[in-house]
């Protein structure tokens, strides 16, 4: 009897959710898919995402509907967003930042406070010239046709709500993202 328990918790346990075991995302902005992946092995895809407006690349102001490429982190998970969950990153990163000083985008106080808050695996600073608020996120009550036909975004990744309830399963807070 003992033996059948164990075996039915093992079984319970091994669907369970998989938060925590060290995945991470690739988000390809050309093949508009993630990927979840758990070392170098993909263990799920999820495709047919929308990015910003402005397409991917570096952004260079608050505003400007690009979705950045680099290398982030979740930072925060809104279960109850208007866009059914929001996976908050922690962008603006030390290369936005750095990137940002030398063009002018920033002075060097702001730069210094995005540094520290990602050295200390904080949320940066929400509110400087850069933007942010940059996240991957469901449809909440918007047209799937519209999230089927373009990018549609700010700058955020977005996903069907039945995509981003799937994804839910993998993300946790402090989990990496690289966007490419």
């Known amino acids: 009897m003992l ?26 902005t050309e093949a508009l ?15 047919n995402i929308a990015i910003g407006r402005g397409g991917a690349g570096y952004k260079t102001h608050r505003g400007d509907d690009i979705t950045p490429f680099g290398d982030y ?18 962008y603006p990163n030390i290369q936005d930042a750095r990137t940002a000083l030398i063009k002018g ?23 400087t010239p850069l933007g942010g608020q940059i996240g991957i996120h469901g449809l909440g009550a918007a047209d799937e046709k519209i999230h089927r036909s373009m990018n549609w975004t700010h700058g955020c990744i977005a ?22």
């Open 105 to 127: 985008i920033v002075n060097k106080e702001t730069y210094a406070r995005i540094v520290e808050a990602n050295e200390s695996r904080r949320i940066p600073p929400q509110n």
């Open 33 to 47: 898919k993630i990927e979840v992946k758990k070392g170098e092995q993909t263990v799920d895809t999820i495709d």
């Open 73 to 90: 982190r979740i930072g925060w998970v809104g279960e109850r967003s208007n866009f059914r969950r929001f996976f908050g990153l922690t």
């Open 159 to 180: 996903m069907t709500n039945t995509q981003i309830d799937h994804l839910s399963r993998y993300v946790e807070p402090g989990m990496v993202v690289k966007i490419k």
């Open 3 to 28: 033996r059948i328990c164990l075996w039915l918790l093992n079984v319970f346990f091994a669907g369970a959710a998989v938060a925590g075991e060290d995945f991470w995302l690739l988000v390809d």
